[in-house]
């Protein structure tokens, strides 16, 4: 298996786009090449994401997207696994590189669902849970989730005050971050002030609906001898799966395929966790983020929620979380937000993170969840 | 690179299904896996192809497919590349089982779309199109393929009672295949009388939207040492991209991402045309059987047309074409349809082809297109 490299990574600033998904996509994986000092025609395969291209209009959005790029003759696929589509394509960016299929593979993910009413956009989001046993009984994802914080708090005592210290750092760190969404810190009182979403879920516990874009560049080590950026090693890419529906799995308060995926990552890295400096988590939920950490190993069950509170998971702290806002603060337009994260791990390790910059920046980790986790990715990456 | 077989391959009868996609989708999945031999806990993956899942309310059906299948812990993802969606994904089966980062995989394609009106269900085809510049105009694909027709007609003069020898063929195939959406046979008389669509095709020119779905097993060699059917070595696998807008390409009248994933399927597969016994090409209208044929190689341009008319692609002439029926006459749930002509190759290699058996069925060649032709995929296959 050869050793595999991001060589470049870009987004744009999320939000709301005038520009339709296939423009920002194209805008976001020039700017991506462009960092890594990559040719368009240098790319053996364009991987998009983009799970609700319909909204648009728009399926088979790749032809379309390598034809902006000047590579029309290139093969292209659109990949999707939810909430997780563009950190699936990333691992089926590092198989075709890493197995020696291609040379360079361009992963590029977008979304854009701001032009429909709030009902449209989240009839869409919901079709990344069980519509059989979910979705067409009313259950969304802020009450599937409100669903796994009141079970974490009935077995752990998680306060409503340990979710806020979560939404207002992640909020904190998106103030400091250009590409965010939400460019504003939050107080705890603002917090608790927010209206009830799905109890004990308030507004500020949900990320936002966001429109975006996320490219990535993987490449090949020989293939490009003299990088233009700060590459970052693939150290592991891996993947797990679990049953759809919440309400027929052993446990509410652990994903398990978020455990399964990142003791896969390990293994074949061969990284500790203690070597891990920073991370970015799957946050489209304050308790998302409490239970990431407990299933990813770096804290027992039911201790990741004073981990916020007490500051160790801030930019400054022991182990920075989310230091690019996460989806909280950041935004999460679906199928771009794997890619972005990928694209703050490129930016903390090339030091153009500005006044969000971690103090230590040589191994990360990014964590990207389908849904209420049936669909998990991690990835380890490390400078070289 | 490990040799890659399709150890298994099953699918239901297209037309119009009662039950839902997945459910569909899982009992086609436990056909193939039953005819490979394979448990499903062997699965190191699957690759689902749903492209209109939304239609349905659901997207991320992989994890619930494999929750069915009782193997939830097993990562999967979805495919989308428009009508060759499942080529797609077979094409990343391929790579995760030749380059050794999974044992077993299976590909699952499933649309349905019966359940909408005419009006709908064109909609979401027509999203294979670039929206923008031609659906957003109201270029659906008869028009953008009678375009195509009307341009190979003045070229090569190919006539109505051409385009109609393919579909009286692809019918009288289709009326032997028990699998089949249409199992009656059409007379010339019948194709001329039908009425017009966009001119010059007409009815029966026109494939029919058709839910359906069809499962293929993936397997290296080594994983499966005693076969429980006869495997179809995965000789080649390839694909490539084209411009999307017919109006911006060169040619009318070709195909380039035919030519391209034929060429580079024949170099690795290191195949000669002459060595193909049979083809599965995709005939989403009669036209597009006949420029295949060309930009494959079979037949230089403009005589492909002739082929149809005097037998030399009937089941028993020289080259049979779509002994299934073909799109045209086997139906086109757009993501089964090219895991569908798998299905095809694997019953003719293992003689489950009833009346349909082909003369000789030792080395095939799979066409599946996306839209008018900017995704391509071409896959060569011999029997051990």
Not at 107 to 129: I, N, P, Q, R
Request: charged share 20%; net charge negative; glycine share 8%.
């Amino acid at each position: 298996m050869r050793e595999t490299w991001v060589a470049g990574a870009a987004m744009n600033r999320f939000g709301k786009m005038a520009e339709t998904g296939r423009e920002a996509g194209a805008r976001v994986a020039l700017e991506a090449l462009d960092r890594a000092g990559v040719e368009p025609k240098r790319l053996g395969l364009t991987i998009v994401s983009n799970a609700f291209g319909i909204a648009e209009h728009q399926a088979h959005v790749g032809p379309l997207l390598n034809t902006a790029l000047g590579i029309p003759e290139v093969p292209s696929f659109t990949v999707e696994s939810a909430c997780s589509s563009s950190s699936a394509a990333l691992h089926e960016a590092f198989v075709h590189v890493a197995g020696g299929f291609s040379e360079a593979v361009l992963v590029v993910g977008f979304e854009k669902l701001s032009h429909l009413d709030t009902l449209a956009a989240t009839s869409y989001f919901a079709t990344g849970a069980d519509y059989t046993f979910e979705s067409q009984n009313g259950a969304t994802f802020p009450g599937l989730y409100a669903t796994i914080a009141n079970a974490h708090s009935q077995k752990y005592g998680t306060t409503p005050e340990q979710l806020g210290a979560v939404a207002v750092k992640n909020h904190a760190n998106g103030a400091r971050n250009p590409h965010a969404h939400f460019q504003k810190e939050i107080s705890l009182a603002t917090y608790l002030a927010s209206p009830m979403v799905a109890s004990p879920l308030r507004l500020y516990d949900c990320c936002p609906f966001s429109d975006g874009a996320a490219a990535v560049v993987v490449v090949a080590r020989e293939a490009l001898p003299r990088p233009a950026a700060e590459p970052l090693v693939i150290r592991a890419s891996a993947r797990a799966g679990d049953i759809g529906d919440i309400h027929d799995r052993e446990s509410l308060t652990s994903l398990s395929a978020t455990r399964r995926a990142a003791d896969a990552a390990f293994q074949r890295a061969g990284i500790e966790r203690r070597e891990v400096q920073f991370l970015e988590v799957h946050d489209c939920f304050t308790i998302a983020e409490i239970v990431a950490l407990e299933d990813l190993g770096f804290f027992p069950a039911g201790a990741a929620a004073k981990a916020g509170a007490d500051g160790t998971t801030a930019r400054d702290g022991r182990l920075p979380v989310n230091p690019s806002g996460g989806l909280k603060a950041k935004g999460h337009p679906v199928s771009a937000s794997g890619a972005a994260q990928v694209v703050e791990v490129f930016e903390q390790m090339n030091a153009l993170a500005g006044t969000r910059q971690v103090p230590h920046a040589e191994v990360a980790l990014t964590h990207n969840v389908g849904a209420t986790g049936s669909s998990c990715s991690v990835h380890l990456f490390s400078r070289r």
